[in-house]
């Protein structure tokens, strides 16, 4: 059975540092996609990660897949208060279902 | 840009009742998925469809759960007697393909059983 471990599972921030957040999963995929989400909002797309070594940027976030590993990486580059959130990645199964994890808070404080 | 809607936003249910949860996926999607999240914890798997019938169910998916596409837009949600226990929010996603493609999430239907 495909598991999805984060970690950390809460993370406070100041504003203008940098974190990672780690998504570790336990059987093969190679298809993995970060969502983020607003306290009683719907799940964003942040990314898609389809291959070994794919990384993505968007503004302030980066994203990573390392396939041998079964570990995909947040990295947040100094961090604004926008980015608070709780983010969550989420590994595909088979069959296209999504598994994921426990998800991560995250509260940027200036 | 293309969404995917649910109907009603927030529903409240006494225990027992039947409750039906409404999606319209993204009109060229074929692939379509129930998720819950009980208050503060992980997005779980209910459910996947494709082509009028369920491709995949988790254990949460029992005999109480149904999914239908009753015409070319809808797709819903039917839980035929409700618990304390089915109480989360429950999305709805779409996806051209069943693999490597993006679902994409609908806002959601906040369910409430007292």
């Known amino acids: 059975e495909l598991k999805v471990e984060q970690n950390p599972l809460f993370l406070s921030m100041q504003e203008g540092k940098n974190y990672t957040i780690y998504c570790n999963y336990s059987?093969?995929?190679?298809?993995l996609y970060w969502y983020r989400q607003d306290p009683g909002k719907s799940l964003e797309s942040l990314f898609v990660?389809?291959?070994?070594?794919a990384v993505k940027q968007e503004g302030r976030l980066m994203a990573s897949l390392d396939t041998k590993a079964r570990l995909s990486t947040l990295h947040i580059t100094a961090a604004v208060h926008d980015l608070s959130a709780t983010y969550f990645c989420?590994?595909?199964?088979?069959?296209?279902?999504?598994?994921f994890g426990q998800g991560t808070e995250l509260s940027v404080k200036p | 840009e293309p969404e995917v809607t649910q109907t009603p936003s927030h529903q409240v249910t006494q225990m027992g009742q039947e409750v039906i949860l409404r999606c319209v996926p993204i009109?060229?999607?074929?692939?379509f998925y129930w998720y819950r999240q009980i208050l503060g914890q992980k997005v779980e798997f209910l459910v996947s469809?494709?082509?009028?019938?369920?491709?995949?169910k988790s254990e949460i998916f029992d005999d109480q759960f149904s999914v239908e596409r009753p015409d070319g837009s809808n797709f819903t949600l039917k839980i035929r007697s409700t618990k304390l226990e089915d109480s989360a929010m429950y999305f709805c996603?779409?996806?051209?393909?069943?693999?490597?493609?993006?679902?994409?999430f609908g806002p959601g239907t906040r369910l409430t059983v007292t």
């Open positions: 996603a779409s996806s051209e393909s069943a693999s490597s493609y993006e679902q994409y």
């Open positions: 059987t093969t995929s190679d298809r």
């Open positions: 990660l389809l291959s070994n070594g």
């Open positions: 989420a590994v595909e199964n088979q069959g296209g279902k999504l598994i």
């Open positions: 009109s060229n999607h074929l692939y």
């Open positions: 469809f494709y082509n009028n019938e369920i491709s995949e």
